[in-house]
């Protein structure tokens, strides 16, 4: 079945602890990124990558890293988490139409990780 | 700064009503257009889209969307509610010069039985 999974998705942490949130899809996809959702603000583009270590920043990449060093996972990695970044988290995946043209896939998303800092 | 405009915050309409839920975006080139739906509790999923060519799309569920070049707009609609169509509702505009995708704040919509 072709899905994005993400891990976990649940976590309540503490500030300043570090920790990752995995992705993965198995759809072959090129182009993958990461949101967080928020009450009010809709999804904002944290990171995403058009390929293999190939990465660049969203709207909102301040306090997250990301790596995409195997075309399926994305794991998105928050070096010392605050309480603003608690925030509900979605990872995704499309393909990557030809670069300036017309034509752009349709993102699949996963089910999202609950991400609370206290 | 690019942005999409989701004019309705909250929706509420009775089983059978229509439905139209506003889209705008501020960008001048050629775009790709998405709605995507998220039911409660749930991942979003993709309800239509509009690359190029035929600007009425229809989507799944009996949603269809209309681009209207001239007014930057992608309204979606739908003539006939059901209650499973509860769920917030988000448009979304990549730029054909652009990597970034981005999504409107999002539309609640709650039918009621």
């Known amino acids: 079945e072709a899905q994005v999974t993400q891990n976990p998705r649940y976590l309540i942490t503490v500030t300043g602890k570090k920790l990752t949130v995995t992705c993965s899809q198995n759809?072959?996809?090129?182009?993958m990124s990461w949101y967080r959702q928020d009450p009010g603000l809709g999804l904002r583009q944290i990171y995403y990558s058009m390929n293999v270590e190939v990465t660049d920043k969203g709207d909102v990449p301040e306090g997250y890293k990301v790596s995409r060093k195997e075309k399926r996972n994305f794991p998105l990695i928050l070096e010392s988490p605050s309480p603003n970044q608690t925030s509900l988290y979605f990872c995704?995946?499309?393909?990557?139409?030809?670069?300036?043209?017309?034509?752009?896939?349709?993102?699949?998303f996963g089910p999202g990780t609950r991400l609370t800092v206290t | 700064a690019q942005s999409v405009s989701q004019h309705n915050h909250h929706v509420i309409l009775s089983e059978a009503a229509s439905l139209e839920l506003g889209c705008n975006y501020s960008y001048g080139g050629t775009v790709n257009l998405f709605w995507y739906v998220q039911y409660p509790g749930q991942h979003l999923q993709l309800l239509l889209k509009y690359f190029s060519g035929d600007p009425l799309v229809k989507g799944i569920k009996g949603f269809e969307a209309e681009f209207i070049k001239s007014k930057f707009s992608f309204n979606l609609r739908k003539p006939s509610v059901q209650w499973s169509d509860t769920a917030e509702h988000f448009c979304a505009v990549r730029p054909a010069r652009d990597d970034k995708i981005i999504f409107g704040k999002g539309t609640r919509l709650h039918i009621l039985p």
């Open positions: 759809m072959n996809h090129e182009y």
């Open positions: 995704a995946s499309s393909l990557k139409p030809p670069q300036r043209q017309v034509g752009s896939y349709e993102q699949y």
